[in-house]
């Protein structure tokens, strides 16, 4: 896949000169422009086999009983300066390519997986969004801006689910990432469980209001020391998984919800996705038809409930991979655009 599609594994000498030569320490001077947030729980929440952890949250309850929850993402932007050599080589591979047994990054190892990585155990320059939350996921307030942040904790998803699913604090030794069993600090396993909480009033909420819910499964491979293929498995998500994703939501849509709102209008890039096409629909709703199922095509809010009815209906039947594919090849693509349309799959406005 490298040579057929001529990805750049190794970068140029130079390019490695340069960034191994950035000073990535932090400053004080840096820190007073910014919220300093290194005294918050903070932890991170990732895949075990991950090398570099670029987004973390944190959490900590309010006087007043709600909930400050901030979302983090590595500041890049401090290190990475327009128009060096480092951002042209950046420019020239635009996006880290992940594949089976590594991944080709698009910023030399010191900054992807050391000084832009929230790594545990580290202080680290963010950008953060932080929102006030009551106890029933209705936000307050928001705040936008450059932090720094100390990571408290590095979770793999499965750590994660097992603090979810048993309410303990112990992470057997068969799934801890050390290799042994451990027990969770309080502050962090009450953390995680009401984290759990507000996710899962944000994700019933989206459904409520119309989004469609595509967790498909994913085909992963075990790998052997030589990085050749000795097993195969399911990757299912869970609610660790949908977790970290409604946190992410709600990060950027209030993001691209504060800029599309300011007067005068400022140019920003969204992640829009259209209403279904209606001849998609209407094949669709033959093919399934054969299976004895059905769709709802009245309106906007009515395909969206019956597709997430649809599968539900199909979830464990031997159909369920051709519905659920043929569900997916319905939708209109989703694609970034000055434009804002709103986000059709999310029931999202921005």
Known sequence: ??????????????????????????????IKNRRDMRDVLTFTIDPRDAKDF???????????????????????????????????????????????????PMLPEVLSNFACSLRPHEEKYTFSAVFELTEN??????????????????????????????KGDVI?????????EYEVPAEIQNATLKLDDLAKILRNRRMKDGA??????????????????VGVYFKVSK??????????????????????K?????????RIHDEPDETKLFNLQTVISKFGYTLNLKSKKDVSQSLN???LDVNGKKEQNLVDTLAIRSMSKAKYSTNNIGHYGLAFDY
């Open 1 to 30: 896949i490298l040579a057929e599609y001529g990805l750049p594994y190794e970068f140029p000498i130079e390019v490695e000169t340069f960034a191994q030569k950035i000073d990535t320490s932090i400053q004080e001077s840096e």
């Open 54 to 104: 670029d987004d973390a949250l944190s959490f900590q309850k309010l006087e007043n009983g709600n909930y400050e929850i901030g979302v983090h993402i590595a500041d890049v932007s401090y290190y990475l300066e327009e128009g060096t050599i480092l951002d042209k080589e950046a420019y020239q591979r635009a996006t880290s390519v992940y594949l089976v047994d590594r991944v080709v």
């Open 137 to 166: 996921a209705q936000l307050v307030n928001s705040w936008f801006g450059r932090t720094v942040i100390y990571s408290d904790q590095r979770f793999s998803y499965e750590e994660a689910q097992h603090i979810i699913e048993t």
């Open 172 to 180: 057997p030794a068969e799934i801890s990432l050390t290799g042994s």
């Open 212 to 229: 469609i819910s595509f967790d498909k499964v994913e085909v992963k491979f075990n790998l052997n020391e030589q990085a050749e293929p």
């Open 239 to 260: 609610d660790a998984n949908h977790l970290i994703e409604e946190f992410m939501l709600l990060a950027n849509r209030k993001v691209a919800e504060f800029i599309g």
């Open 262 to 270: 300011q007067k005068p209008k400022k140019t920003f890039v969204y």
């Open 309 to 311: 009815q649809l599968l």
